[in-house]
């Protein structure tokens, strides 16, 4: 089991960037995978970005050149940052861990655009 707390979600206009956070509970080398998943309101929750222990990146083709999936070990942390934010990149923000045949969730950051 882990547990996963986003944080650095907020309002900023369009054009801007934030970097999202996801602390884990125990080591992310542990992990088999980390991703990050945005859900709109009214919307499917929609995988964005994710990377295996073995460092390896996939992105959703609506992201790519503008978001960044990268982990620090050494903190338990996977970041996401977004740049060139777009009034459509409004959702809640997910960090999921993969582990065996489960998906851990946190508890989501709100990331909102003006535009």
Known sequence: ??????????????????RL????SRSISSINAMTWARQAP????DMVASITNQ???NYADSVK???TISRDSAKNTVYLQ???????DTAVYYCGGVVGSWVYWGQGTQVTVSS
């Open 55 to 57: 460092g390896s990146t």
């Open 42 to 45: 009214g919307k499917q929750r």
């Open 21 to 24: 956070s996801c602390a884990a």
């Open 1 to 18: 089991q882990v547990q996963l707390v986003e944080s650095g979600g907020g309002l900023v206009q369009a054009g801007g960037s934030l």
């Open 82 to 88: 977004i740049n060139s934010l777009k009034p459509e």
């Open 65 to 67: 050149g503008r978001f």
